[in-house]
């Protein structure tokens, strides 16, 4: 198993700002990823118009500026031993296709637990009209390396 | 398809999905070939201790949220939550079946906020991601 060092990782590390625009074709991909057949991105959207499926920011938090500078940049061999353990959504609204959205983060816990390290991160998107979208809770953990 | 209400029993059982993996969905979903790691590339997978490629533990909650939001209809997307745990690696290929049952409903005001144990099995029907969701309906 792959050992990990994680240097300056503390609890309320701000982990920065990610933008994207949510565009239809990100959304098709994402649809076709997960074969997701709910049909929300089309004529059966209880919302009356196409909406992103909810988990579609499912892995916003990784591309974070500061979770990819102290879990992804700093490893040859991407994630080798970093696993994600926990996964928390609460969904407040659907992301509607060509908004730009925004997402934050930060390090709200770090602990030792059965020999690994674990961290929790929680972060938070919102639309280009302060819409929020999703909150996301993301617990991973590792074997330090010493 | 939308079938919660506020009189849902307790101990309904949620239509479920499933869906095939394999090496290619996990490179699909991971991002290959742009992106070459544990989760899209065997080799890189095997270099780092594992056995064959490991499908990213998101894909399970995405399954898991379909199933919901087929479930609970738009309530999912205003008010869903859900929280799992991703208790065993995932080695395509794999029929992952996702299952969820009503645990208990709580008033809110004027809604109910309906609440369900949801997992994932995967082709040995073991469990490989546990967890809860819930919605106000």
């Known amino acids: 198993m792959v050992k990990l060092k994680v240097e300056g990782l503390k609890i309320g590390t701000d982990l920065g700002e990610y933008e994207y625009r949510l565009t239809p074709g990100r959304i098709i991909s994402y649809l076709e990823a997960t074969d997701d057949q709910t049909g929300w991105y089309g004529s059966d959207s209880p919302y009356g118009e196409p909406v992103a499926p909810p988990t579609v920011c499912d892995n916003d938090a990784y591309w974070l500026p500061g979770y990819q500078k102290l879990f992804i940049k700093n490893f040859d061999s991407l994630l080798g031993g970093l696993m994600h353990a926990k996964q928390e959504f609460e969904f407040f609204n659907p992301a509607r296709p060509g908004k730009k959205l925004k997402v934050t983060g930060r390090v709200v816990d770090i602990y030792n637990k059965r020999g690994r390290t674990w961290a929790v991160i929680d972060s938070r998107c919102v639309d280009e009209e302060g819409l929020d979208i999703v909150h996301s809770r993301l617990t991973v953990c590792w074997i330090e390396a010493v | ?115 369900l144990d949801v997992w994932v099995e995967d082709s040995q029907k073991r469990k490989v991601t546990v967890g809860t969701a819930s919605a106000l309906v």
């Not at chain 2, 070939?33 to 544990?38: A, E, G, S, T």
């Not at chain 2, 949220?65 to 309530?75: D, E, H, R, T, Y």
């Not at chain 2, 969820?100 to 309906?114: D, F, P, Q, S, Y």
């Open chain 2, 1 to 115: 398809m939308t079938v919660a209400s506020n009189d849902i029993e307790v101990g309904y059982r949620l239509p479920s999905l499933i869906k095939m993996v394999t090496l290619e969905t996990s490179q699909l979903y991971s991002g290959w070939p742009k992106y070459r790691h544990y989760h899209t590339c065997e080799e890189e997978a095997q270099a780092v201790g594992f056995p064959t490629v490991v499908l990213q533990g998101l894909l399970p909650v995405a399954y898991i949220s379909q199933m919901c939001a087929n479930f609970f209809g738009k309530c999912w997307g205003n008010s869903g939550k859900l929280s799992v745990s991703m208790i065993k690696p995932i080695y395509p290929p794999q029929q992952l079946t996702t299952r969820g049952i009503v645990t208990g409903k709580t008033t809110k005001g004027t809604a109910v906020r309906v609440t």
